[in-house]
C-alpha cells in the first residue's frame, strides 16, 4: 500500500493513527487524547475508507457537535481531499430527515422556552394565582435566574432522555419535599404551555428534531444509504443521539467509527450520557477500542499533571498519553488581589503570541477587567499592547481549540468559583441518572479541558485569600512542575 494515503496535507500519520485508520471493525471506538489528531484521524479514515475500500463518497455520514466543526471538517475534506461529505450536526442531520419526509416545519426560536419560563413566572408575581405565594417564597432564597435555569435545564433534559408527558407521572410518585413538588409542578405547566407553543406553530426544537427523526427512522422510512458512519466527540452523545444513530445502524447495516475522549466529557446539563463511551462494548458487541495518544499540543510535563488529576476517579479511562515536548514548569500559579493589575503584568511579559484567557461562567471575565481593556463580543483588545490577539471564552466553549498561553481565572473556593459549588438540585436526578459518587467528577473534567487548550504554560490567577480546592490539589502532588508567582 502506498504510504501516501497517510499524509493529509504534508503531514503523517502516526503508527497508531494509521491503525484505526486501517482498522475493519464492524463498530470501532477511539479513545483520543487532547491534542492526539482526531480530525487527521478522521480524515485519514475517510480517505481510506474511498481509495482503498472503494465506498462512495455519498454513502459516508460524518457528525459532530457543532456547527462550527462540521463546517470546518468538511471544508478540510474540500480542500485536501476535494470530497463532498455528507457532514452534519445531529440536529442539522435530524432537520434534513424530517424535511425529506415533508417539507412543511420550523424550527422554534432556541430561546422561546425561557421566554416562556420568564413570561409565566412574572404572571404569577404581578397576579394572585395558586402558585404566586410560592414563587413569591422560593424567590426569597433564591436568584430568579436560578429558578428559569433549573426549569429549562429539566425539560431540556426530560426532552434529550426521550421521555414524554406520561413520565411525569412517575416523577410525581418520588417522596421529595414540598418545595420540589411544587417546582414539578411548576415545570409540568411550563412543559405543556411550551408544548402547545411549538404545535400551534408547527415548530420543532432541538430535542424534538432529533426524537421525531429517530420515530421515522425506527418506522422504516427510508431516508439514505449510508456504508459508514464516523461520529466525533462521542463522549457527548446523549440517549436520544444514540437511538437516531442505532436506528440507521438497524436500517443501513453500515459500518460505525467512533472518536472521543471520556477526559473531556463536560456537558451532562445538556444529556450527555458518558455510559455509552464507557460501555461501549455493551451496546456494540461485535466491536474494538483502540487509542491514539501522541498529543502534539501540550508538554509531556503538562500532560502528566493533567492526566494524572482527571485519573484520580477511577471511573475514567486509564490512558498515558505521550509527547516529544517538554517544558519543566507548564503551570504558572500566580497568587493576587488584585485581579486586573495582575492580568496587565502578565500580558505586559508576553509579546507576539495567541492568548485565550479561560472562564467557569459567562461573566468571569467582567469581575477583573479594568479600563486599559475593551471588550468585543470574545475578543480583548488591552490598550498599551493594542497588537495582542487576545479572547475570552468559557472553558465549555473552548473545547476543542488550542492556543499558544492560556490564562485561566476565578480560581476561587466559592459557590460559583472553579469548581462551581453550586449544589445539584435533587428533582433533576428524575431527568439525569448520571450523577457519579466522585466529588466534582464533571468539574474535574472541565478544569483538564483548560489546562489542556495551551501549546506552551497556563497562567493560572489564584485568589490567594480562598484558593480553589484544584489548586490546592495541583500544589499537593505536582509542586515540582509548578511556578509560584504572588502579586
Same mark, same amino acid.
Given at each position: 500500500?502506498?504510504?501516501?494515503?497517510?499524509?493529509?496535507?504534508?503531514?503523517?500519520?502516526?503508527?497508531?493513527?494509521?491503525?484505526?485508520?486501517?482498522?475493519?471493525?464492524?463498530?470501532?471506538?477511539?479513545?483520543?487524547?487532547?491534542?492526539?489528531?482526531?480530525?487527521?484521524?478522521?480524515?485519514?479514515?475517510?480517505?481510506?475508507?474511498?481509495?482503498?475500500?472503494?465506498?462512495?463518497?455519498?454513502?459516508?455520514?460524518?457528525?459532530?457537535?457543532?456547527?462550527?466543526?462540521?463546517?470546518?471538517?468538511?471544508?478540510?475534506?474540500?480542500?485536501?481531499?476535494?470530497?463532498?461529505?455528507?457532514?452534519?450536526?445531529?440536529?442539522?442531520?435530524?432537520?434534513?430527515?424530517?424535511?425529506s419526509y415533508h417539507q412543511n416545519i420550523l424550527i422554534a426560536n432556541p430561546n422561546l422556552l425561557n421566554y416562556i419560563i420568564r413570561e409565566f413566572i412574572n404572571y404569577n408575581l404581578i397576579n394572585k394565582t395558586s402558585i404566586?405565594? =410560592?414563587?413569591?417564597? *422560593?424567590?426569597?432564597? $433564591? !436568584?430568579?435566574?436560578?429558578? /428559569?435555569? +433549573? @426549569?429549562?435545564?429539566?425539560?431540556?433534559?426530560?426532552?434529550?432522555?426521550?421521555?414524554?408527558?406520561?413520565?411525569?407521572?412517575?416523577? =410525581?410518585?418520588?417522596? *421529595?419535599?414540598?418545595? $420540589? !413538588?411544587?417546582?414539578?409542578? /411548576?415545570? +409540568? @405547566?411550563?412543559?405543556?404551555?411550551?408544548?402547545?407553543?411549538?404545535?400551534?406553530?408547527?415548530?420543532?426544537?432541538?430535542?424534538?428534531?432529533?426524537?421525531?427523526?429517530?420515530?421515522?427512522i425506527a418506522k422504516n422510512y427510508k431516508y439514505k444509504r449510508y456504508d459508514y458512519i464516523i461520529i466525533d466527540e462521542y463522549q457527548d452523545t446523549s440517549l436520544q443521539r444514540f437511538k437516531l444513530i442505532k436506528a440507521i445502524l438497524n436500517q443501513t447495516n453500515?459500518?460505525?467509527?467512533?472518536?472521543?475522549?471520556?477526559?473531556?466529557?463536560?456537558?451532562?446539563?445538556?444529556g450527555c450520557d458518558l455510559k455509552l463511551f464507557?460501555?461501549?462494548?455493551?451496546?456494540f458487541p461485535n466491536h474494538q477500542i483502540m487509542s491514539i495518544t501522541n498529543t502534539y499540543r501540550n508538554a509531556q510535563e503538562l500532560i502528566n499533571i493533567a492526566g494524572n488529576f482527571i485519573m484520580q476517579n477511577p471511573e475514567q479511562i486509564k490512558k498515558k498519553l505521550k509527547s516529544s515536548i517538554s517544558i519543566p514548569k507548564?503551570?504558572?500559579?500566580?497568587?493576587?488581589?488584585?485581579?486586573?493589575?495582575?492580568?496587565?503584568?502578565?500580558?505586559?511579559?508576553?509579546?507576539?503570541?495567541?492568548?485565550?484567557?479561560?472562564?467557569?461562567?459567562?461573566?468571569?471575565?467582567?469581575?477583573?477587567?479594568?479600563?486599559?481593556f475593551i471588550v468585543h463580543k470574545d475578543i480583548l483588545l488591552y490598550k498599551k499592547k493594542p497588537n495582542l490577539i487576545i479572547k475570552y471564552l468559557t472553558v465549555h466553549r473552548a473545547k476543542g481549540l488550542e492556543s499558544d498561553i492560556v490564562i485561566i481565572i476565578n480560581l476561587s473556593n466559592n459557590i460559583n468559583g472553579f469548581p462551581t459549588q453550586i449544589p445539584n438540585i435533587k428533582i433533576l436526578k428524575l431527568?439525569?441518572?448520571?450523577?457519579?459518587?466522585?466529588?466534582?467528577?464533571?468539574?474535574?473534567?472541565?478544569?483538564y479541558v483548560a489546562l489542556t487548550r495551551t501549546k506552551t504554560i497556563n497562567y493560572l490567577l489564584v485568589n490567594k485569600k480562598i484558593e480553589s480546592i484544584f489548586i490546592k490539589e495541583l500544589k499537593r502532588h505536582y509542586i515540582d512542575n509548578i511556578e509560584i508567582i504572588k502579586m
Amino acid at each position: 500500500m502506498d504510504k501516501n494515503i497517510f499524509a493529509i496535507n504534508g503531514y503523517y500519520l502516526d503508527n497508531e493513527q494509521i491503525k484505526a485508520v486501517t482498522c475493519n471493525s464492524k463498530y470501532l471506538l477511539i479513545n483520543a487524547g487532547a491534542g492526539s489528531g482526531k480530525t487527521m484521524t478522521i480524515l485519514g479514515k475517510i480517505n481510506y475508507l474511498i481509495k482503498i475500500k472503494h465506498i462512495n463518497p455519498q454513502n459516508i455520514l460524518c457528525i459532530s457537535f457543532t456547527q462550527e466543526a462540521t463546517t470546518s471538517l468538511k471544508n478540510k475534506l474540500l480542500k485536501y481531499f476535494n470530497y463532498d461529505i455528507d457532514t452534519f450536526t445531529f440536529h442539522k442531520l435530524s432537520l434534513n430527515i424530517i424535511r425529506s419526509y415533508h417539507q412543511n416545519i420550523l424550527i422554534a426560536n432556541p430561546n422561546l422556552l425561557n421566554y416562556i419560563i420568564r413570561e409565566f413566572i412574572n404572571y404569577n408575581l404581578i397576579n394572585k394565582t395558586s402558585i404566586s405565594k =410560592f414563587i413569591k417564597k *422560593y424567590l426569597l432564597k $433564591n !436568584h430568579l435566574d436560578n429558578l /428559569i435555569k +433549573l @426549569i429549562e435545564t429539566f425539560i431540556n433534559l426530560h426532552k434529550a432522555n426521550a421521555k414524554t408527558y406520561k413520565d411525569f407521572n412517575t416523577y =410525581f410518585r418520588f417522596n *421529595y419535599s414540598y418545595t $420540589n !413538588h411544587q417546582i414539578l409542578k /411548576i415545570i +409540568l @405547566i411550563i412543559y405543556n404551555l411550551y408544548q402547545i407553543e411549538l404545535k400551534s406553530t408547527n415548530s420543532y426544537d432541538f430535542n424534538d428534531m432529533i426524537n421525531y427523526a429517530t420515530q421515522l427512522i425506527a418506522k422504516n422510512y427510508k431516508y439514505k444509504r449510508y456504508d459508514y458512519i464516523i461520529i466525533d466527540e462521542y463522549q457527548d452523545t446523549s440517549l436520544q443521539r444514540f437511538k437516531l444513530i442505532k436506528a440507521i445502524l438497524n436500517q443501513t447495516n453500515a459500518n460505525l467509527m467512533v472518536v472521543g475522549d471520556d477526559f473531556q466529557s463536560i456537558y451532562r446539563f445538556t444529556g450527555c450520557d458518558l455510559k455509552l463511551f464507557l460501555d461501549f462494548s455493551k451496546f456494540f458487541p461485535n466491536h474494538q477500542i483502540m487509542s491514539i495518544t501522541n498529543t502534539y499540543r501540550n508538554a509531556q510535563e503538562l500532560i502528566n499533571i493533567a492526566g494524572n488529576f482527571i485519573m484520580q476517579n477511577p471511573e475514567q479511562i486509564k490512558k498515558k498519553l505521550k509527547s516529544s515536548i517538554s517544558i519543566p514548569k507548564p503551570l504558572k500559579l500566580v497568587y493576587t488581589s488584585n485581579f486586573s493589575n495582575s492580568l496587565e503584568k502578565i500580558l505586559d511579559s508576553i509579546d507576539n503570541k495567541e492568548i485565550l484567557i479561560l472562564g467557569r461562567n459567562n461573566n468571569d471575565i467582567k469581575e477583573i477587567l479594568n479600563s486599559n481593556f475593551i471588550v468585543h463580543k470574545d475578543i480583548l483588545l488591552y490598550k498599551k499592547k493594542p497588537n495582542l490577539i487576545i479572547k475570552y471564552l468559557t472553558v465549555h466553549r473552548a473545547k476543542g481549540l488550542e492556543s499558544d498561553i492560556v490564562i485561566i481565572i476565578n480560581l476561587s473556593n466559592n459557590i460559583n468559583g472553579f469548581p462551581t459549588q453550586i449544589p445539584n438540585i435533587k428533582i433533576l436526578k428524575l431527568v439525569n441518572e448520571l450523577e457519579s459518587n466522585y466529588p466534582y467528577d464533571e468539574e474535574r473534567r472541565l478544569f483538564y479541558v483548560a489546562l489542556t487548550r495551551t501549546k506552551t504554560i497556563n497562567y493560572l490567577l489564584v485568589n490567594k485569600k480562598i484558593e480553589s480546592i484544584f489548586i490546592k490539589e495541583l500544589k499537593r502532588h505536582y509542586i515540582d512542575n509548578i511556578e509560584i508567582i504572588k502579586m
